[in-house]
């Protein structure tokens, strides 16, 4: 382990995948590190033994030094834009233990808003119960609590079929796994649901940041108001104001016909994709046609958009990470946290980072 903390200490890519065959085994070597190795090396033994095993791992002397640590960054703390974010709930209570309740969460460690994101942007490193085994809960952000993730139940409802038992042909795995995304949209409807009927309203967003799957619900006193999924629009349910105005998601941008047959294929396949951006921005604003809507969109203008806290946005109390079902029984997933121990590795610029026209 002593490797790889000298390679988180040097900036170099290490990922919750690189970890998969350490474990427990491993606990003594780093917390040697953590008494006789300098500064860096410390620090990245306290990362690797968080991201292997969670708070526990890390013994009483440290977890205390930690909570004291992130008990005084909340204290001074600057809301700040959350990134990656995809999937979350927006409650408008201030009241979070029993958000805590309703979501099935216990063990809830208090983290600064930068560090719930970094672990909620690692949920799905891994394998197993990586993604259902933790959730980050925002302080309350403008009088609305913001939840990141679905719990237990949620994950693995009774009616989904297991990739096992699908048939080998792929037409029918197709059609499995179709099966499958209608019974956890309606899960996720019901859940809506359910939260609106405790706490009055609840809303349910779905935005990836890999392609352009995207969905909303918005849900009041017990009664579903709107549901919108890319996926699926015939399952759509209600209608909402704030998506005048623009197209949804399934529906084309009316650009003339054949408006990019003629942009030429070169040997690399992203001048096509450039060049294919930069006309249809030009032509959507010399037409003067209306942009799309998507979770983004609706939170900003229903609730609030993790994308958009900031300095103006009133926060009360801290966030925390809290296990669900998966957690207690399985453990903590593993995370190695950059921000708080050792230098990151420089992003990855996206390929239209070059022209943004």
Known sequence: MRAVAESLVAGERVSAWDLNDAGPDDFPELR?????????????????LFGLGGPEALGEDDLTLLRRLIKS??????PLAMRSCEFWYAIPTTDQAAVLDAFGLSDAEPVTMS??????????HGSGHQRCARLYVSPALD?????????SDDQHPADVTGESSWS??????????LANEKVRRGVDRDRCVALSRRFGAAQLYWRSHGDSTTSWCVAEKGELVRFYDVSAPEESAGELAAENGYLLPHEDTPLPEGWADDIEHTDDPLDWQREWVRRHRRLKAELGLPDHCDADTIAEA??????????????EGHGVIALTRCGREYGHPRTLLRGLAYPPAPERPSFLD????
């Open 32 to 48: 040697e590190i953590r008494r006789t190795g300098n500064q860096a090396l410390r620090n990245a033994a306290r990362a690797l």
């Open 73 to 78: 960054k909340i204290a001074v703390e600057v």
């Open 115 to 124: 560090l719930g994101t970094e672990i909620w942007n690692q949920h799905y």
């Open 143 to 151: 009088g609305w609590t913001l939840v990141f993730g679905r719990p």
């Open 168 to 177: 080998i042909e792929p037409r029918e795995q197709y059609q499995a796994m």
């Open 302 to 315: 229903l609730s609030v958009h993790p994308g958009k806290i900031g300095p103006h946005t009133r926060a």
């Open 354 to 357: 070059e022209d943004q026209t």
